[in-house]
């Protein structure tokens, strides 16, 4: 092994002032459009602050046990979010790939040789050698060698800061992702609960409509046998009997589906999972939307998009890195001895220190056109980062005004199903008297019929839609939650 080259100390010092440098572009988060107020919140009164539930469990606004207990579920049970976690790890680990770049690898080499003259007529032996101190015939030398080697890489431009940033921003954006498959999760578990309960309403609505038939058919049929009836009137109520029957029936499907659907969502079988009919007791719950600035740190796809932007920034900086040299640091260190002994003795160490530069003439263009990719990338994801907030903007705004709008038109469809009812009880009265025929009454129960649902479906609406609201609010998240999640 060669004895030393170079003096080392003057050699680090010289790295450690010059890895300070770093080249590229400093991040700074893109501006992005911002109104100032939410066009549909404006003469916003909420009935109820969101702020009184917990941060993180935005459902439990909706006070019902049964969802309370599904949704803690999602995040522990469902399949596809431990998906997102795992991918979260992976991304995290890759920080750390990149962090180890900023260290000397070091590597050991003990070694042992055995040679051997082929003679050693002097011992008076044949064909072997005599003894030597080591234990070994005169013709067999053994040489003991333990090698320590090094190579470090200083980041003299700051290249592997840059992929440090890159690698830190893409794991952060990978978290604000996993939050944001955890908020769709449930979201859709919540607005699959509020259909299933919905289903519940609608099946008794057309059990009493059923039972109702049931009964007009049977006094159809008494006023037909005493002459105070066509025949037809019977085959009508007949018809709408079995109509409502049909339409009862088929609701099971629907139930049965949403049920497999929520079954899914909390990772289990949906032969695994049973939920009782239970009456409408659902209601929905008016959300402060907040103030628009702070709509971008409690989106978690904001936050995903904007953290992409600045990994993209920072590959610029580390294909700008490659114009410049790449330093390499090495030295070997480590002890050569015939006997195990003496390995360790003064005599028998060794060490060799050097560095070499090595510096790109001619690549044909690769790393401008990297550097190039680079900016492009980063412009594309600047981009997609300010498209992205004005979808979420674009999310609250949308149900802001079906909000408002749904709670505008409660109080009419409140009033005509009620006049609806009036009607066929007045209807009803006078079929019995014989005023009116029996087509007159099956109108009248059409039309309550449909009030009724009409009226189920915008309450279903209104909780749908609060659902997606505080979801798209961020569902309690802030981008603060991104600190340490590297």
Known sequence: MPKT????????????????CEVGPNYKRPAAPTPT????????????????ADRFAWWTVFDDPLLNELEEKVVVSNQTLAADVYAYEEARQLVAEERAQ???????TPSVSVSHSGTAAESGASGVGATSGAGLRSGTTANYELELGGTWEPDLWGRVR???????????????DLVNARLSAQMELAADYVTLRELDEEKRIYDQTVKAD??????TRNKYNAGAAVLSDVDTAETTLYSARAQDTALGVQRGQMEHAIAMLIGVPPAELTIPPA????????????????????????????????????QIG????????????????????????????????????????????FNGNLTTAQVQAARAAYKEAVANYRQTTLTAFQQVEDNLVAQRVYAAEQPDLTASMTAADQALKVTNNEYLAGTVDYTTVVTAEATALNAHLSELELEASRLTTTVVLIVALGGGWTDADLKGKD
């Not at 900023?102 to 050991?108: A, K, L, N, S, V």
């Not at 929905?284 to 740190?297: D, Y």
């Open 37 to 52: 107020i939410y066009k549909e919140a404006q003469n916003w009164t909420p009935a109820r602050p969101s702020d009184a």
């Open 279 to 314: 009456p409408w007791t659902l209601k929905p719950v008016e959300v402060p939307p907040g103030v628009p600035s702070t709509l971008l740190q409690r989106r978690p796809d904001v936050a995903a998009a904007e953290r992409q932007a600045a990994a993209a920034s920072a």
């Open 5 to 20: 080259r170079l003096r080392l100390v003057p050699l680090l010092l010289a790295a450690g002032a010059l890895s300070s």
């Open 102 to 108: 900023f260290f000397p690898t070091i590597t050991g």
């Open 214 to 219: 049931a009964l007009s058919l049977d006094i």
């Open 318 to 361: 580390a294909n700008i890195a490659n114009y410049f040299p790449n330093v390499t640091l090495s030295g070997a260190g480590g002890a050569e001895s015939s006997t195990i002994g003496s390995l360790f003795s003064a005599q028998s160490l060794l060490w060799d220190v050097g560095a070499n530069a090595v510096q790109t003439i």
């Open 162 to 176: 840059r992929l440090v940033e890159n690698a830190k921003a893409t794991a952060q954006a990978t978290y604000a």
